[in-house]
């Protein structure tokens, strides 16, 4: 029992077991504070495609021919004048500025060439990202024959083995009549399920089914099982930040490259795996690339912090020395502030021993 509630309530949720998860980034991401913890399912027919051609409309006119659809890219050149895109079908688009967002796992799967290749500091934060991945398993029958209730868990030996399931004819979801059940499976479940036949996979939904229910339920008229991992333009479900990531590695995955490389997506941001995630990325960088545009300031590169700063010459004094961009902000025992460039610094300290290290 123990096991399947963990389940339900924490692996459905992240599409990864709390293990291998990261419990800082995991617990203080701010989307519940921000959107509130209350979860809905939508079963809107015109899907999340609706949402975006709302917003497109604001700007794009109908058929608008800056608008490239079924293009499928295999190059990403770069360079600090601009990017150019190559697609399967030949076609190159030049551009001043380029916003990536393929997901975390088509980046890993290496199926796009960048040309050159992305700096090392942005592959290794690229590579920190887990891809989830959550497959819901929607199964039609002759009529229903289970609970009433929008959530039923079945709590197996197994841990996440068809435990989640929901009653798609709950209060508020398809009508009734549809005889639809939904069960969900993660992770290493969900890449087992992947990885068989649908026949297969049925077979094992049913056992468990008659378990729940008894033998004589009857068999499915239908199955639907998607593969998320297997689909090379996803490779996996959504983000899942993994054990270690902390500021830093937020910082390299959002940060473009050579000024002109700008990355957003579910996966580079605090609210990683959710679409208001990837949405908020995408206006962050949209953001960035006007002002800069606009002639404000432009975001160029990663830039590593500055490491501590190491000034036994300070020590002799007794006030404090912390580093600030390049120049070290010294505390004087009355608590005021005095910044000093390094060079100054070495003006006035000269007969001392110091090493600055930033
Ligand atoms: C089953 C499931 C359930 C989910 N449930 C929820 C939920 O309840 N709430 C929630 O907030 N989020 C949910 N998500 C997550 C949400 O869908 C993602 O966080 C969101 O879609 C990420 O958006 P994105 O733009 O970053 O990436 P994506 O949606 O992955 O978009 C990337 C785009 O890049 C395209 N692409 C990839 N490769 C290429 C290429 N070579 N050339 C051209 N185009 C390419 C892809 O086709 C895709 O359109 C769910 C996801 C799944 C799969």
């Known amino acids: 029992m123990e096991k399947a509630?963990?389940?339900a309530i924490y692996?459905?949720?992240?599409?990864?077991?709390?293990?291998?998860?990261?419990?800082?980034?995991?617990?203080?991401?701010?989307?519940?504070?921000?959107?509130?913890?209350?979860?809905?399912?939508?079963?809107?027919?015109r899907g999340y495609v609706y949402i975006i051609e709302q917003m497109a409309g604001s700007f794009l006119a109908e058929n608008d021919r800056r608008l490239k659809l079924n293009k499928t890219v295999t190059t990403v050149q770069w360079g600090d004048h601009g990017v150019i895109v190559t697609t399967k079908d030949g076609s190159k688009y030049a551009a001043d500025y380029a916003i990536v967002t393929?997901?975390?796992?088509?980046?890993?799967?290496?199926?796009?060439?960048?040309?050159?290749?992305?700096?090392?500091?942005?592959?290794?934060?690229?590579?920190?990202v887990r891809m989830a991945v959550y497959t819901k398993i929607y199964l039609k029958f002759p009529s229903?024959?289970?609970?009433?209730?929008?959530?039923?868990?079945?709590?197996?030996?197994?841990?996440?083995?068809?435990?989640v399931w929901q009653n798609m004819e709950a209060p508020g979801l398809f009508p009734s009549?549809?005889?639809?059940?939904?069960?969900?499976?993660?992770?290493?479940?969900?890449?087992?399920?992947?990885?068989?036949?649908?026949?297969?996979?049925?077979?094992?939904?049913?056992?468990v089914l008659r378990t729940m229910y008894g033998a004589g339920i009857p068999d499915p008229t239908d199955i639907l099982v998607p593969r998320w991992e297997q689909d090379p333009f996803f490779r996996g479900s959504y983000a899942n930040w993994g054990v270690g990531i902390n500021d830093e590695v937020l910082h390299?995955?959002?940060?473009?490259?050579?000024?002109?490389?700008?990355?957003?997506?579910?996966?580079?941001?605090?609210?990683?795996?959710?679409?208001?995630?990837?949405?908020?990325?995408g206006a962050r960088v949209a953001d960035a690339i006007a002002t800069c545009v606009r002639g404000?300031?432009?975001?160029?590169?990663?830039?590593?912090?500055?490491?501590?700063?190491?000034?036994?010459?300070?020590?002799?004094?007794?006030?404090?020395?912390?580093?600030?961009?390049?120049?070290?902000?010294?505390?004087?025992?009355?608590?005021?502030?005095?910044?000093?460039?390094?060079?100054?610094?070495?003006?006035i300290f000269a007969a001392f021993t110091f090493n600055c290290m930033v």
């Open 296 to 347: 404000g300031p432009c975001e160029k590169e990663y830039q590593p912090p500055r490491r501590g700063c190491t000034c036994p010459a300070a020590a002799n004094f007794d006030i404090q020395a912390t580093v600030d961009d390049g120049s070290c902000l010294y505390t004087s025992g009355g608590g005021s502030i005095m910044p000093f460039s390094t060079s100054f610094y070495l003006v």
């Open 11 to 45: 692996d459905t949720g992240y599409g990864e077991k709390p293990d291998v998860s990261s419990l800082l980034r995991g617990e203080l991401n701010p989307t519940k504070e921000m959107f509130g913890s209350k979860t809905y399912f939508i079963t809107d027919q």
């Open 5 to 7: 509630v963990e389940h």
């Open 144 to 163: 229903k024959f289970w609970d009433d209730d929008a959530n039923i868990w079945y709590a197996g030996e197994r841990r996440g083995y068809y435990t």
């Open 102 to 128: 393929f997901s975390m796992g088509v980046l890993q799967d290496n199926s796009i060439e960048f040309v050159p290749g992305l700096p090392d500091w942005k592959r290794e934060a690229i590579s920190r």
């Open 252 to 281: 390299k995955l959002q940060a473009p490259v050579a000024g002109r490389l700008f990355f957003a997506g579910d996966g580079t941001g605090p609210h990683f795996g959710y679409l208001q995630g990837a949405f908020l990325e």
């Open 177 to 207: 009549g549809s005889h639809i059940i939904l069960v969900t499976v993660v992770d290493e479940e969900a890449r087992r399920v992947e990885a068989q036949s649908d026949q297969a996979t049925q077979a094992e939904v049913m056992a």
